[in-house]
């Protein structure tokens, strides 16, 4: 029974990140800058909060209990998907989709496979870490230059 809700809160939640442009067809004369505060403003700020509220009893008094150090760390990864969101955008505006997407998705999954072996002290044996990125790294520069 998990393992089928789990299938339909995904599900529920690709067709809500598929039909999120959709609103914005009724608007193609703005700016891409306008798209992004617009859509950030129900998103990330307007939305979540009122949906937790809405959902999660007592979200108030949880918010309000938690520690200054969280509610800081909360912000400053916020801000870190935030730039990098703002950044695959741009990336795609200007590499185009295929040649923007394999790029910047190649470098996301080379820094997400190495970061926390690294950041987790995980020793690996025989230069492994060395090596799986030296594979990230040649296969986005293989991408770059079958894209040019």
């Known amino acids: 029974m998990q393992a089928l809700l789990g299938v339909l809160f995904h599900s529920i939640g690709g067709i809500a990140s598929g039909s999120f442009y959709m609103p914005f067809n ?11 505060i617009v ?3 129900f998103s990330w700020l307007i939305l979540p909060p009122l949906a937790a ?4 009893p007592g979200f108030a ?7 200054s150090k969280i509610l800081f760390f909360t912000f400053l990864m916020g801000l870190a998907w935030g730039i990098g969101g703002l950044s695959y955008g741009l990336g795609v505006r200007y590499l185009g989709m295929s040649l923007g997407n394999s790029v910047v ?5 080379a820094f997400g496979a190495i970061v926390p072996s690294i950041y987790y ?10 090596v799986m ?7 986005i520069l ?7």
Do not use: C, R
Request: charged share 10%; aromatic share 14%.
């Open 26 to 36: 009724k608007v193609k004369k703005w700016s891409w800058e306008s798209y992004l």
């Open 39 to 41: 859509g950030g403003l």
């Open 53 to 56: 509220w809405l959902t999660v």
């Open 61 to 67: 008094e949880i918010i309000g209990a938690a520690s």
């Open 105 to 109: 998705l190649g470098f996301t999954a």
């Open 121 to 130: 002290n995980i020793n690996p044996t025989n230069g492994m870490l060395a």
């Open 133 to 139: 990125f030296a594979l990230f790294v040649l296969g």
């Open 142 to 148: 293989s991408i770059i230059y079958a894209g040019q």
